[in-house]
């Protein structure tokens, strides 16, 4: 055997003990052929593709999970950003409301758990249809359990869409108070910058660049990397980062086999892996325990900006090494909710809305899953969003907000989403911000760092 | 390569898995994981075993490509064995093993 009893094991500890797994198998599915003047026969068109695509992804899932022992945890679908789909309907809010239901009952027929691509484009500007799919979120959202959203508000390219982002701080308000405890913004993600590839929700669509189906992966190892930081306690930085990229590429080496693998059984174009470090709310699966194992003593503490720079830089290197298909988001996620560690951190004071907005300067997709108080004003949130998504135009990376108004909470509260999502204490947030500078509307122009050419 | 969706034949294109045993070392592992993979007529082509982390580590290769069971019913049958022994057992396609440990 060409394998050595210890590779074998450090492999196969990699599953049993450290929570390593193929996080998503996301299928993208074109459905601009689907379009139609007739709201019905559009309908019809798109839940049979789902259903019959989401059964087929399932199936091949759990063959290929049999065949190399590694969980694939969800198999999930992305869509056309459906503002487009839209475009030749009736402009009406029941509209939307009607394709989301559609799209959340396909998906719930192919036992899929999430399908993402209710969303639009709107970074330069709002077409009819993109209003019409805009307005009518709160009412899709709340109506539907597997669905989920996203709008790219801002791009390098564009600058930020200001009227858009404004408008938006007070449809998540409307949202929040249609879903108990304003579970449905959990299913919306604003962007800058979004990719067309990213396999993870809520952000997932399938880009107007992509081929009819595109099968994307998304590996996992937050458990695997901390194993391996936590067997080297004394080694200096350089050496850590190279034990990081070591580790990195081996478990995206399995992305890489896994998502070929399904590809071929599917007959369709495999698209990327993403290599984001994706945590959960299992124990030892926290991104910020990595930190804290890396030497930082509490995340968001002063050192957590450089050691999360150190962990996904390496990170980067090992998986562009491992595999040429790169792409998605591939960043550091840490939603609060989502992740022990952080909520941790932020119960125990270490960790503040402002240290979260630092962190994703440097090295994360965003300031994800973190609840506020259902009081806070739309002006606050439109502003934490348009500062949040400035730091990906200006850098050129993607960034995105995805936060919960819990209605009825007040700061230092606990909520409690269940499941993948987790619990979230409700974050101190200032009560007010800049009410006449978000009025102002229009757009923030494209830094000058966008003229590259 | 031209199958239906729903035949689950165990050898895609590799026709090795590797079984991995951890646990604690008792009488009778090796002779108890033959005799089931004896009956799924599957070839043990090598055998090696060590003590790492303080685990008892055993692993098999394995070829596959004359058993008539699928993988399922393979790993089924070693779940109850694991479970009946109180160890660990895995049963892999040897592409994982390549892929993450040679260039």
């Known amino acids: 055997m060409t394998i050595s009893v210890e590779e074998v094991f450090e492999t196969v500890?990699?599953?049993?003990?450290?929570?390593?797994?193929?996080?998503?198998?996301?299928?993208?599915?074109?459905?601009?052929?689907?379009?139609?003047?007739?709201?019905?026969?559009?309908?019809?068109?798109?839940?049979?593709?789902?259903?019959?695509?989401?059964?087929?992804?399932?199936?091949?899932?759990?063959?290929?999970?049999?065949?190399?022992?590694?969980?694939?945890?969800?198999?999930?679908?992305?869509?056309?950003?459906?503002?487009?789909?839209?475009?030749?309907?009736?402009?009406?809010?029941?509209?939307?409301?009607?394709?989301?239901?559609?799209?959340?009952?396909?998906?719930?027929?192919?036992?899929?758990?999430?399908?993402?691509?209710?969303?639009?484009?709107?970074?330069?500007?709002?077409?009819?249809?993109?209003?019409?799919?805009?307005?009518?979120?709160?009412?899709?959202?709340?109506?539907?359990?597997?669905?989920?959203?996203?709008?790219?508000?801002?791009?390098?390219?564009?600058?930020?869409?200001?009227?858009?982002?404004?408008?938006?701080?007070?449809?998540?308000?409307?949202?929040?108070?249609?879903?108990?405890?304003?579970?449905?913004?959990?299913?919306?993600?604003?962007?800058?910058?979004?990719?067309?590839?990213?396999?993870?929700?809520?952000?997932?669509?399938?880009?107007?660049?992509?081929?009819?189906?595109?099968?994307?992966?998304?590996?996992?190892?937050?458990?695997?990397?901390?194993?391996?930081?936590?067997?080297?306690?004394?080694?200096?930085?350089?050496?850590?980062?190279?034990?990081?990229?070591r580790t990195v590429f081996k478990i995206t080496r399995a992305g890489e086999l896994i998502g070929r693998e399904m590809a071929r059984l599917m007959r369709v174009d495999f698209g990327i892996v993403d290599i984001s470090l994706a945590a959960t709310p299992n124990a030892g699966d926290s991104v910020a325990d990595i930190v804290e194992s890396m030497g930082v003593s509490r995340m968001g503490r002063p050192g957590s900006t450089a050691a999360l720079a150190l962990l996904i830089d390496a990170v980067k290197k090992g998986g562009s090494m491992a595999s040429g298909n790169v792409g998605g988001l591939s960043g550091t996620f840490i939603p609060v909710s989502e992740d022990a560690g952080m909520i941790r951190a932020v119960r125990s004071g270490s960790l503040n809305v402002e240290k979260l907005e630092a962190l994703t300067s440097v090295c994360s997709v965003g300031m994800d899953m973190f609840a506020v108080p259902g009081d806070t004003p739309a002006d606050v949130l439109s502003a934490i969003i348009a500062d949040e998504l400035a730091i990906g135009v200006a850098n050129h990376k993607t960034t995105s907000v995805r936060v919960i108004p819990v209605p009825g909470k007040k700061a230092g509260q606990i909520v409690h989403f269940g499941g993948l999502l987790g619990s979230a204490p409700i974050m101190k947030m200032a009560r007010h911000a800049a009410p006449k500078f978000i009025a102002r509307k229009g757009r923030i122009p494209s830094p000058i760092q966008a003229l590259r050419n | 390569m031209a199958r239906s969706d729903k035949g689950k034949p165990a050898t895609p294109d590799s026709p090795l898995c590797i079984l991995t045993v951890i646990g604690k070392d008792c009488v009778g592992i090796i002779a108890k994981v033959s005799s089931v993979m004896a009956k799924a007529n599957i070839n043990i082509i090598d055998v090696s075993q060590k003590i790492m982390d303080q685990y008892f580590v055993m692993t098999m290769g394995c070829d596959i490509s004359k058993t008539t069971a699928s993988m399922k019913e393979i790993q089924a049958k070693l779940d109850r064995l694991a479970t009946a022994l109180g160890l660990q057992i895995t049963f892999q396609n040897e592409r994982i093993f390549k892929m993450m440990h040679r260039i």
């Not at chain 1, 993870?200 to 458990?223: K, Q, W």
Request: glycine share 10%; with cysteine; aromatic share 4%.
């Open chain 1, 13 to 245: 500890n990699m599953t049993l003990r450290h929570n390593f797994d193929i996080r998503t198998v996301t299928l993208g599915i074109n459905l601009k052929d689907c379009m139609d003047r007739n709201l019905g026969a559009f309908c019809r068109r798109i839940r049979k593709r789902i259903v019959e695509k989401g059964q087929q992804l399932n199936r091949m899932a759990d063959q290929v999970e049999d065949q190399y022992g590694i969980p694939i945890t969800n198999r999930r679908i992305a869509v056309t950003p459906v503002s487009l789909l839209m475009e030749p309907l009736p402009q009406r809010e029941s509209t939307a409301v009607r394709i989301a239901r559609e799209l959340d009952a396909a998906a719930g027929k192919a036992k899929i758990d999430f399908i993402g691509g209710f969303g639009a484009m709107v970074q330069k500007g709002i077409t009819r249809s993109d209003r019409t799919l805009m307005e009518a979120i709160p009412a899709a959202l709340s109506a539907t359990n597997r669905l989920c959203g996203f709008l790219n508000l801002a791009s390098t390219a564009a600058g930020l869409n200001m009227t858009a982002i404004a408008e938006f701080g007070g449809l998540l308000k409307l949202l929040a108070r249609r879903t108990k405890n304003g579970i449905g913004c959990a299913k919306i993600a604003v962007f800058a910058n979004v990719p067309e590839d990213n396999p993870f929700m809520a952000g997932a669509h399938h880009g107007i660049g992509e081929p009819d189906f595109s099968l994307n992966v998304g590996i996992s190892g937050p458990g695997v990397v901390r194993s391996v930081i936590d067997q080297n306690p004394e080694c200096d930085l350089t050496e850590l980062s190279e034990i990081i990229k």
